[in-house]
């Protein structure tokens, strides 16, 4: 049987990768706000949030369908062919209709005519996105692979945004670069995996009942998902301007990143969960599940916190003074980022495993229509900031409902204590960042020095309290350093 990967290695690894795939956005994106400019980067969002939705289309939620079953198969080469084959199959066909709605959309859509050339350059990404079959590698828990692939092609894509885009007129440059990075990876993967896993091949002799009901399932949470999401940029592009697009885009971005950081630490746990689940082994899924609660507080919690009190000075450094004006829409996104990540880590670890699919579509899908309706309401009255204020409402939806569900499955133990410790080491984050911002007037000087002491007062608060999460760290730091002494 085949090894399985350790959780903290794979965890690592996929947050390495997820952090490579930001790091150097944040090293080219102040570069480009500032080259291309607000406007330009507002018609660049809006044509990628279009592209979005075919994008979701194309994939069809096959991806955790394929990570959740396929955990289950991975042992049988013979078997993980011909299930892979059939799920390959079935998203490649699900390709084929997203191209087909997306050129009738741009044929009849005139609103859509002004951005029809980003949006054709950015579509390529549908094809490779599919051909790249992503989950075969979280199926076998490869992260290492995807990790070293990702530096490559984003070492490519930070060489070529400074080589190529100089000025406002090169927005169609950076459009290419952005497709190219993405689907040059996946093109890869797709030979790689070939190779590597198994001689998987297109076929309509696909077990049609057994795959499309849950498969569609969470395709259409999927949708939910990607609407809420989604429609926040693509209502106030529609009834506002390119200008409200660009400021709010910039704010979703930070939150966007601190989300998908954290979010890939939760990524690599869905096969064990799956097992642990589907096994019935609900005794190891509890204290699995409440250590990775515990540990997401203590780093989801004072992150949050810490962007809400250094929202003005982030978009400062990352994107420039033209784009101060976001730095509201940030603080709402900051609390919407706590609900977010929590609801991400019950559907997505409990939920899903367990095959509780449609509770997950019930939550997304009232999420999606209450955020929706209250962007219609709220965006033209109040602009970005209730685009910002309807995501706050959209996670909690989606967090309370999927919070109260995952309790019949699994139960979180011992976080009372964790939580206290957390709690007060935010307000020490609290203080010393308003201490700060009253006595340092440069705010590059200031965002720093925020961030440092108080990631160090966090720590020491967190220490003294008697968190166990961070005490079992340090000890375990002890005794690696002792042994490679000894060694």
Not at 113 to 127: D, Q
Not at 227 to 246: A, E, F, H, P, R
Not at 247 to 269: D, E, F, G, R
Request: charged fraction near 15%; proline fraction near 2%; glycine fraction near 4%.
């Amino acid at each position: 049987l085949m090894k399985k990967g350790d959780i903290k290695v794979n965890a690592f690894l996929n947050t390495a990768k997820t952090v490579l795939g930001i790091i150097f956005p944040l090293i080219t994106f102040p570069y480009v706000s500032r080259v291309l400019q607000v406007d330009a980067i507002g018609i660049y969002n809006f044509s990628a949030s279009i592209n979005s939705y075919f994008l979701l289309i194309a994939g069809l939620g096959v991806s955790t369908y394929a990570i959740r079953e396929g955990a289950i198969y991975r042992d049988n080469k013979e078997k993980t062919a011909e299930f892979v084959s059939e799920v390959f199959s079935i998203n490649l066909i699900a390709t084929c209709i997203a191209y087909i709605l997306l050129f009738l959309c741009l044929l009849t859509v005139p609103q859509l005519g002004s951005y029809k050339t980003p949006i054709l350059i950015l579509s390529v990404e549908i094809l490779f996105s599919t051909l790249g079959i992503n989950w075969i590698y979280n199926i076998y828990e490869d992260f290492l692979f995807i990790t070293i692939r990702t530096l490559c092609f984003q070492i490519i894509s930070l060489i070529a945004t400074f080589a190529f885009v100089r000025n406002t007129n090169d927005l169609m440059k950076y459009v290419l670069i952005v497709a190219f990075s993405s689907s040059g990876a996946n093109v890869v993967n797709f030979l790689v995996a070939r190779k590597k896993y198994c001689k998987f091949r297109f076929t309509f002799h696909c077990n049609w009942k057994e795959h499309l009901k849950p498969i569609l399932v969470i395709f259409s949470t999927t949708v939910a998902i990607n609407v809420y999401v989604n429609s926040d940029t693509t209502i106030l592009g529609i009834l506002t301007n390119d200008y409200q697009v660009g400021l709010y885009s910039t704010a979703a971005k930070i939150y966007t990143i601190i989300k998908n950081v954290l979010a890939a630490m939760l990524m690599v746990l869905i096969p064990r969960f799956s097992l642990l689940i589907n096994k019935n082994n609900l005794s190891n899924a509890n204290e699995l599940f409440s250590k990775v609660f515990n540990t997401m507080s203590i780093l989801l919690l004072p992150i949050s916190v810490g962007l809400f009190m250094t929202s003005s000075d982030i978009i400062l450094l990352v994107a420039g003074k033209n784009y101060l004006a976001g730095s509201e829409a940030l603080k709402l996104l900051s609390v919407a980022t706590i609900f977010s990540l929590f609801a991400y880590m019950y559907t997505q670890c409990i939920l899903i495993p367990a095959k509780e699919e449609n509770i997950v579509f019930k939550a997304t899908l009232i999420s999606a229509v209450a955020n929706i309706i209250l962007n219609l309401v709220l965006i033209p009255i109040f602009g970005m900031n209730a685009a910002a204020f309807t995501t706050i409402i959209a996670e909690f939806i989606v967090f309370y409902i999927a919070f109260k569900e995952s309790n019949k499955i699994v139960k979180l133990e011992g976080i009372k204590r964790n939580l206290i410790t957390v709690f007060w080491g935010c307000v020490i984050i609290i203080v010393v960042c308003a201490a700060l911002d009253r006595l340092i007037q440069n705010a590059i000087i200031r965002l720093f020095a925020s961030v440092f002491v108080s990631c160090i007062l966090y720590g020491v608060t967190l220490i003294l309290m008697r968190n166990e999460i961070v005490l079992e760290l340090i000890s375990r730091v002890k005794r690696n350093i002792i042994k490679k002494r000894i060694e």
